[in-house]
């Protein structure tokens, strides 16, 4: 992560962005039922680099704490004038990873420090003024994540870009979460299968094919959201329940 136009900033702005920005990333984590004490994490003024261990959480890692993310700055920015608004560009990748002596060492990591001052993350915050974030997926990242289906996201929310900087060269996934979009995801309903990924602008975004259903635009079935009280079922749960990755489903014998 690191935050947009720092350097502009006075010594106010830059002491105050220092101090929201880890808050911010460590709220929008518990948010996605993840814990970032958990993880490695290497701090640089308005640039953080966090490090964590593959287990199989990566598709909530791109999908819930990204999303969770844009809600936290949306939040924080509508309190802010325009000066003092905290924008992202984000980067995720993976490989392996070495605890140095001055930090993190590795191949992976100068990919990720070459992906994250990538001409098209800057691009992008500039043409969507109104986007508190851009992200960008590495290759590898995108295929085992949004284009094995793992995800809310698919291939037609991410745009493929060409990374060239320095000595490093690479495809990578660009993804700007639109102004006025939802950025809490529609409920998951299993893994979807992904066809390969194009860069037809008509195909649409996950979020535009979620509002289409909940219309009836799409042309397929509707979400039919009338409220039937004498149609209720109620379940009683004692204690606490983690029903993170669940999914739910409501309904009646009579349907």
């Given amino acids: 992560m690191d935050a947009e136009a720092y350097g502009g900033k006075n010594d106010r702005r830059q002491s105050e962005t220092q101090h929201d920005l880890p808050r911010l990333l460590d ?10 004490a958990q993880w490695q994490i290497q701090r640089k003024g308005d640039e953080q680099l966090a490090v964590r ?73 500039a043409t969507h003024p109104g986007a508190d974030l851009a992200l960008l997926l590495s290759d590898d990242v995108f295929r085992s994540t949004v284009l094995g289906g793992h995800t809310t996201l698919t291939p037609a929310d ?10 490093y060269e690479a495809r990578a996934w660009l993804w700007v979460p639109a102004d006025g979009r939802p950025t809490v995801a529609p409920p998951r309903s299993g893994l979807v299968e992904a066809e390969e990924p194009t860069a037809s602008a008509g195909a649409g975004t996950s979020t535009d094919r979620y509002a289409q259903a909940i219309s009836g635009t799409a042309g397929g079935p509707v979400i039919d959201n009338e409220y039937r009280a004498d149609r209720i079922n109620v379940t009683n749960v004692a204690g606490p329940v983690d029903a993170r990755g669940a999914v739910f489903g409501f309904g009646s014998a009579g349907d």
């Fill in 158 to 167: 991410f745009t493929p870009v060409s990374v060239r900087v320095k000595e």
């Fill in 53 to 125: 261990r593959l287990d199989g959480t990566e598709p909530r890692l791109v999908d819930d704490y990204i999303r969770h993310l844009v809600a936290e700055l949306r939040e924080y920015n509508a309190q802010r004038v325009s000066a003092a608004r905290m924008r992202l560009r984000a980067v995720i990748h993976q490989g392996p990873v070495e605890l140095a002596d001055n930090g993190f060492a590795g191949a992976a990591v100068v990919a990720t420090a070459r992906l994250l001052n990538a001409s098209p993350l800057y691009d992008a915050l």
């Fill in 27 to 36: 709220r929008a984590a518990r948010n996605a039922g993840m814990d970032r």
